[in-house]
């Protein structure tokens, strides 16, 4: 930290970069799971789409929550201790899928998975905020997201050709216990809190109102907060249906582990990427437009995904879904550390996150449960109809 807390990027530029390796641990987490988990849930009986979307809806639901507790008590006890507690809780989790005798021990694991998830990366995206000012916050967030979701896709990639090699455990989940104490020890020894920042900022001036109440306000009241909020929780409803249904959809089609890991493994890696320019585009042009454009876009992808065949089409598809959520993923952040007061930012966007994840769930339940009743197909039509609807209410109220 800085003597005298002043934000920039050029200042602080060694702990934002840390902080960026710490967020690409965070991402790689997740994306152990990523393309093994409806192979990895055959293993235990597991066959129906509601029962093996069952993993994501106990993530989403435990990551949502840990967002909401992680933006309220950031200022009571400092964004680096939520952020070591949180690699903390990590490390039990690839044990756990390692020795996992039943389901319900790999839906306790994606549990503390949600929990660890919430404190690490809500953690990381405060201390870049609190780091930058609010020239860069855009830019920040871009490179925030980037690191997080590359190393989705990274190790997506990874674990399913190790899965496709060894099998599906243990050695996939390896990876998970080097990188949890890898978090654990960065976060620990050299990453330093950032509260200091906001009071300076404080200090100096501030533009925004505070507001009686945060949650209200990110949710329903505030237009811009609510837009956002929505478009946050329905990009993560889709989300949570291509991580769970694409896999499926993609071995209904005859595609092999090996191109189905890559189709899968394109759209995190796209999205993580292309966000390094549209966080910085999000500084500089019309946020309303980005999430407009970004939500549509990903919602004609989806649509597109049941009636396209082949590997190079289907890729195609999963380049283009990455573009438009890299289109709104910094947007979504940047838009809320702009409206929100500095000493609620915090809190704002543990509301913001804690909707955005929810959409986990609510995308892992309506898609599990239309796809056992009407047919994969209609599951995916159904999740990009209401992706395109988003777009319109982001139009409409933002």
């Known amino acids: 930290m800085t003597a005298n807390n002043t934000p920039g990027l050029k200042q602080n530029w060694k702990q934002f970069t840390l902080l960026v390796?710490?967020?690409?641990?965070?991402?790689?987490?997740?994306?152990?799971?990523?393309?093994?988990?409806?192979?990895?849930?055959?293993?235990?009986?597991?066959?129906?789409?509601?029962?093996?979307?069952?993993?994501?809806?106990?993530?989403?639901?435990?990551?949502?929550?840990?967002?909401?507790?992680?933006?309220?008590l950031a200022n009571i006890y400092g964004r680096k201790k939520l952020l070591v507690f949180g690699w903390i809780l990590a490390i039990p989790i690839p044990f756990m899928l390692i020795y996992a005798t039943q389901w319900s021990w790999v839906i306790a694991a994606n549990v503390l998975l949600g929990v660890s998830q919430g404190l690490t990366w809500s953690s990381t995206v405060v201390m870049k905020i609190d780091l930058v000012g609010d020239k860069n916050r855009g830019l920040a967030m871009g490179i925030n997201e980037f690191a997080g979701y590359l190393a989705v896709g990274v190790f997506a990639v990874l674990s399913g050709t190790i899965a496709h090699k060894y099998g599906v455990t243990p050695y996939p989940f390896y990876l998970g216990i080097a990188i949890s104490f890898l978090g654990l020890i960065l976060s620990f020894f050299w990453v330093k809190d950032t509260r200091?920042?906001?009071?300076?900022?404080?200090?100096?001036?501030?533009?925004?109102?505070?507001?009686?109440?945060?949650?209200?306000?990110?949710?329903?009241?505030n237009k811009?907060?609510?837009?956002?909020?929505?478009?946050?929780?329905?990009?993560?409803?889709?989300?949570?249906?291509?991580?769970?249904?694409?896999?499926?959809?993609?071995?209904?089609?005859?595609?092999d582990a090996a191109s189905m890991s890559v189709v899968a493994a394109v759209y995190p890696t796209v999205w993580g990427?292309?966000?390094?320019?549209?966080?910085?585009?999000?500084?500089?042009?019309?946020?309303?437009?980005m999430l407009f454009w970004g939500m549509l876009i990903q919602g004609i992808a989806i649509v597109l995904l049941p009636p396209l065949n082949g590997f190079y089409?289907?890729?195609?598809?999963?380049?283009?879904?990455?573009?438009?959520?890299?289109?709104?993923?910094?947007?979504?952040?940047?838009?809320?550390?702009?409206?929100?007061?500095?000493?609620?930012?915090?809190?704002?966007?543990?509301?913001?996150?804690?909707?955005?994840?929810?959409?986990?769930?609510?995308?892992?339940?309506?898609?599990?449960?239309?796809?056992?009743?009407?047919?994969?197909?209609?599951?995916?039509?159904?999740?990009?109809?209401?992706?395109?609807?988003?777009?319109?209410?982001?139009?409409?109220?933002?």
Request: aromatic residues 12%.
């Open 21 to 72: 390796i710490i967020n690409a641990f965070v991402g790689g987490m997740v994306g152990l799971e990523r393309s093994i988990f409806p192979e990895f849930a055959s293993l235990f009986g597991v066959k129906s789409a509601t029962a093996i979307l069952s993993f994501i809806t106990a993530f989403g639901l435990s990551k949502a929550a840990a967002n909401y507790f992680t933006g309220k």
């Open 313 to 398: 089409p289907l890729a195609s598809l999963s380049v283009v879904l990455g573009l438009g959520t890299a289109l709104v993923y910094p947007t979504f952040l940047s838009t809320i550390a702009q409206v929100a007061h500095p000493l609620q930012r915090a809190e704002t966007i543990g509301v913001f996150r804690l909707w955005r994840d929810l959409g986990y769930a609510v995308g892992a339940i309506i898609s599990g449960i239309t796809a056992d009743y009407f047919g994969l197909n209609w599951a995916v039509y159904l999740i990009g109809l209401l992706t395109v609807i988003s777009a319109v209410v982001v139009k409409l109220r933002f």
């Open 224 to 255: 811009t907060l609510s837009a956002v909020t929505q478009a946050g929780l329905v990009n993560n409803l889709n989300d949570g249906m291509i991580w769970g249904l694409l896999p499926i959809l993609l071995v209904s089609k005859g595609m």
């Open 196 to 221: 200091g920042f906001v009071h300076h900022e404080t200090n100096q001036s501030s533009k925004e109102p505070k507001h009686q109440s945060v949650f209200l306000e990110t949710t329903f009241k």
């Open 273 to 289: 990427l292309a966000q390094l320019f549209t966080g910085k585009m999000s500084d500089h042009f019309s946020k309303k437009s």
